[in-house]
């Protein structure tokens, strides 16, 4: 996050943007204290507003002095919203519905490592991530549930002929430059290509085909398992890498009664970025100094780019092409995909350099203007 950028309120105004735009939304969960910052006396530093619209960040200075700073986002997630409330806290379904209407949205979880990024989105990560009846599912698993009951509400009246809805899933890892199938373990890194019709994508990538719930949580916990595996062998921070779960869906749509339907194209991105945490001097020698470069890169780039579209700035002076992350999220950030950041902080005082970072980041996210061809309010 050290892009050393501002951030201003996106330029308004043209009445084709206006129309059809809409403000990335932007959400902040904080977590509880953990065990053992409350056994090192830590205290809570973040204070959520009843109306969950702001919150403030107090901080001890010397002696009395206290300073508390405001920030105000679309939603504000305190510590003891249950898993199975952030869904609905974040509109979620509204995302949802749009990628089962053809469109692509986004929801990408930031913050400093430990702060509950992966927790947010996949659950609880000890043995599977996660089952059917898991309480502590995260916003995948909960959002695949959903996408499985609308397809089965919306494909009722389809009793014969081609399935009218059909979902595929793809896991991978963005490490020091690099992409890795998550799904496929080959150590044969992926290319990225430019089409006209997709923009940027990931070449040969493993799509699993999924026509239940349980075969998507395969994915996702085979996924994590390999996340974990490849960076024991390769002796790699997992915490360092970006991850994109993506679920496709296409969908058979019937636009005129007497024409054959058309195929339609979805696809929901649920990115899990790395820890934003500034790296540490004793980082920086060789194979490390290869890595910190480049995961400082994307992360570096997504700093410039949030900061660009903040501004209201368009096409090649966004920097998208600086590093793989901004390439693979263009169409997400400032494109035509609907899109909602969650900001994920620690409430903890030792971390509130990180969460002031943090929170800039998710202030500068929130001016960022999409221009789908719907509106999300
Ligand atoms: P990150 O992915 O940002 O590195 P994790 O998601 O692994 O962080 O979270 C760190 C720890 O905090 C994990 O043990 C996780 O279970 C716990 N945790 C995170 N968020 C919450 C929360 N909202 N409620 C309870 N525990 C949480």
Same mark, same amino acid.
């Given at each position: 996050w050290?892009?050393?950028?501002?951030?201003?309120?996106?330029?308004?105004g043209?009445?084709d943007?206006?129309?059809?735009?809409?403000?990335?939304?932007?959400?902040?969960?904080?977590?509880?204290?953990?065990r053992?910052?409350?056994?090192?006396?830590?205290?809570?530093?973040?204070?959520?507003?009843?109306?969950?619209?702001?919150?403030?960040?107090?901080?001890?200075?010397?002696?009395?002095?206290?300073?508390?700073?405001?920030?105000?986002?679309?939603?504000?997630?305190?510590?003891?919203?249950?898993?199975?409330?952030?869904?609905?806290?974040v509109?979620?379904?509204?995302? =949802?519905?749009? !990628?089962?209407?053809?469109?692509?949205?986004? #929801?990408?979880?930031?913050?400093?490592? %430990? +702060?509950?990024?992966?927790?947010?989105?996949?659950?609880?990560?000890?043995?599977?991530?996660?089952?059917?009846?898991?309480?502590?599912?995260?916003?995948?698993?909960?959002?695949?549930?959903?996408?499985?009951?609308?397809?089965?509400?919306?494909?009722?009246?389809v009793?014969?002929?081609?399935?009218?809805?059909?979902?595929?899933?793809s896991?991978?890892?963005?490490?020091?430059?690099?992409?890795?199938?998550l799904?496929?373990?080959?150590?044969?890194?992926?290319?990225?290509?430019?089409?006209?019709?997709?923009?940027?994508?990931?070449?040969? =990538?493993?799509? !699993?085909?999924?026509?239940?719930?349980d075969? #998507?949580?395969?994915?996702?916990?085979? %996924? +994590?398992?390999?996340?974990?595996?490849?960076?024991?062998e390769?002796?790699?921070?997992s915490?360092?890498?970006?991850c994109?779960?993506t679920?496709?869906?296409?969908?058979?749509?019937?636009?005129?009664?007497?024409?054959?339907?058309?195929?339609?194209?979805?696809?929901?991105?649920?990115?899990?970025?790395?820890g934003?945490?500034?790296?540490?001097?004793?980082?920086?020698?060789?194979?490390?100094?290869?890595?910190?470069?480049?995961?400082?890169?994307?992360?570096?780039?997504?700093?410039?780019?949030?900061?660009?579209?903040s501004?209201g700035?368009?096409?090649? !002076?966004?920097?998208y092409?600086e590093?793989?992350?901004?390439?693979?999220?263009?169409?997400?950030?400032?494109g035509?995909?609907?899109?909602?950041?969650?900001?994920?902080?620690s409430?903890?005082?030792?971390?509130?350099?990180?969460?002031?970072?943090?929170?800039?980041?998710?202030?500068?996210?929130?001016?960022?203007?999409?221009?789908?061809?719907?509106?999300?309010d």
């Open positions: 050290d892009a050393g950028t501002t951030c201003s309120k996106a330029v308004l043209d009445s943007i206006e129309n059809q735009s809409s403000n990335i939304k932007v959400y902040v969960r904080t977590r509880p204290l953990s053992e910052e409350l056994n090192k006396g830590e205290s809570n530093c973040i204070h959520v507003s009843h109306d969950e619209k702001s919150l403030k960040v107090v901080e001890q200075g010397y002696g009395y002095n206290i300073t508390t700073r405001s920030f105000q986002f679309d939603g504000c997630i305190g510590p003891e919203v249950h898993q199975q409330d952030v869904i609905k806290k509109a979620m379904k509204k995302l =949802l519905d749009k !990628v089962l209407d053809g469109y692509s949205s986004t #929801v990408m979880a930031c913050g400093q490592t %430990g +702060s509950g990024k992966t927790y947010t989105m996949c659950g609880q990560e000890e043995n599977q991530l996660c089952d059917i009846q898991g309480g502590d599912n995260g916003l995948i698993a909960r959002s695949a549930t959903y996408l499985f009951e609308a397809m089965k509400a919306r494909g009722q009246n009793s014969s002929g081609p399935k009218p809805f059909i979902m595929r899933a896991y991978f890892e963005i490490y020091t430059e690099q992409v890795n199938d799904l496929r373990l080959d150590n044969a890194p992926r290319d990225v290509k430019w089409s006209s019709r997709d923009g940027y994508y990931v070449d040969n =990538l493993l799509l !699993v085909d999924c026509d239940t719930l075969d #998507v949580f395969s994915v996702l916990n085979e %996924g +994590s398992r390999n996340r974990k595996v490849g960076s024991h390769l002796n790699k921070d915490s360092r890498s970006h994109i779960m679920l496709h869906i296409d969908s058979l749509c019937q636009v005129a009664d007497d024409a054959p339907p058309i195929t339609r194209y979805g696809r929901m991105l649920f990115v899990d970025l790395a934003s945490e500034r790296l540490k001097k004793s980082k920086s020698s060789g194979e490390m100094l290869k890595e910190t470069g480049s995961i400082n890169r994307s992360l570096f780039t997504l700093g410039k780019v949030i900061s660009a579209l501004e700035k368009k096409g090649d !002076v966004v920097p092409r590093s793989l992350l901004t390439k693979l999220l263009m169409d997400s950030l400032g035509k995909s609907l899109a909602l950041m969650i900001a994920c902080v409430p903890a005082s030792s971390a509130i350099d990180e969460t002031l970072s943090t929170l800039h980041y998710a202030t500068c996210a929130n001016n960022i203007v999409n221009a789908p061809a719907v509106n999300l």
